[in-house]
């Protein structure tokens, strides 16, 4: 089993920046392919991104390309979702997960969430 615990969620302004954290333990490795998902209230769960075991390679939606950073630090067992320019449109409650199967992808572990609340 694994514990996934986000923090660092709040209310910022339009154009303002947000750093979320998700801390790791349990039994389990803490190099597992990570992802941060989102969801808003009234709508369907939206992928942001992922980052590889290592950290070394990483992924994200379009909508936030460019503006969203994901980082890991390993010897902290903690992965982090840097948000610079944040819109309206990123209010939701922002998860990590953790990527258990890869051929389907599935996320079999998840944190409590953490709201991000995006003012204009």
């Known amino acids: 089993q694994m514990q996934l615990v986000e923090s660092g969620g709040g209310l910022v302004q339009a154009g303002g920046s947000l750093r979320l954290s998700c801390a790791i333990s349990g039994r389990s490795s803490s190099t597992y392919p990570m992802g941060w998902v989102r969801q808003a209230p009234g709508k369907e769960r939206e992928f942001v991104g992922t980052?590889?075991?290592?950290?070394?390679?990483?992924y994200y939606a379009d909508s936030v390309k460019g503006r969203f950073t994901i980082s890991r630090d390993n010897a902290k067992n903690t992965v982090y979702l840097q948000m610079n320019s944040l819109k309206p449109e990123d209010t939701a409650v922002y998860y990590c997960?953790?990527?258990?199967?890869?051929?389907?992808?599935?996320?079999?572990?998840w944190g409590q969430g953490t709201q991000v609340t995006v003012s204009s």
């Open positions: 980052s590889s075991g290592s950290g070394a390679f990483t």
């Open positions: 997960a953790a990527q258990t199967s890869v051929a389907p992808r599935e996320y079999g572990y």
